[in-house]
């Protein structure tokens, strides 16, 4: 299985990043390790991340970026049709990605089983090590003066000394 992993966004004290690392793996195989995982959408103003097949994913960044229009940068509604599309579209419900959105309002988890999430913390994280950047990043929020730039770095770093399908090659956007 293609392996592309693993995202992190985050809102926190008025600041937006979101991040990725660089490995896509096949099996145990690593076949990449600078992949770019995350996207600017929306003239600057949305940051989405993908983790699962990238083909997928890219596929799933274009519908985004379309709903993103349609709804006139409106997050929540452009994730909630691009969910509903996902799980019922033929094509799309094929898919096999998740994503992480963020804005300066909003933080969303997005799958294709129609799920759309928007944590408590406005902490998202997806893909194979999302659980340990997600553990590292709420660790740091509540025990640390870093911005939300340093705290997505500083998860990440964490979940690649863990995750073998996470790697240290960290890419970070912010608002």
Known sequence: MLRSTTILAIR????????GDGQVSY?????????KKIRTMYDGKVLAGFA??????????????GKLDEFDGNLPRAAVDLAKDWRL?????????????????????ISGNGDVVEP????VAIGSGGNYALAAARGLVKHS????????????????SICVYT?????????
């Open 89 to 109: 579209d033929k094509y799309l419900r094929r898919l096999e990605a998740l994503m992480a959105v963020v804005d300066k309002d909003h933080a969303l988890w």
């Open 27 to 35: 099996d145990d195989t690593i076949l990449k390790e600078s992949a």
């Open 120 to 123: 408590d913390d406005n902490i």
């Open 145 to 160: 003066k870093l911005n939300a730039e340093q705290i997505v770095k500083e998860s990440l770093k964490v979940a690649a």
């Open 167 to 175: 790697n240290d090659k960290i890419l970070v956007e912010t608002l």
């Open 12 to 19: 926190h004290k008025g600041n937006v990043a979101i991040g």
């Open 52 to 65: 699962g097949s990238a083909a997928d994913a890219l596929t799933l960044f274009e519908r985004f970026e």
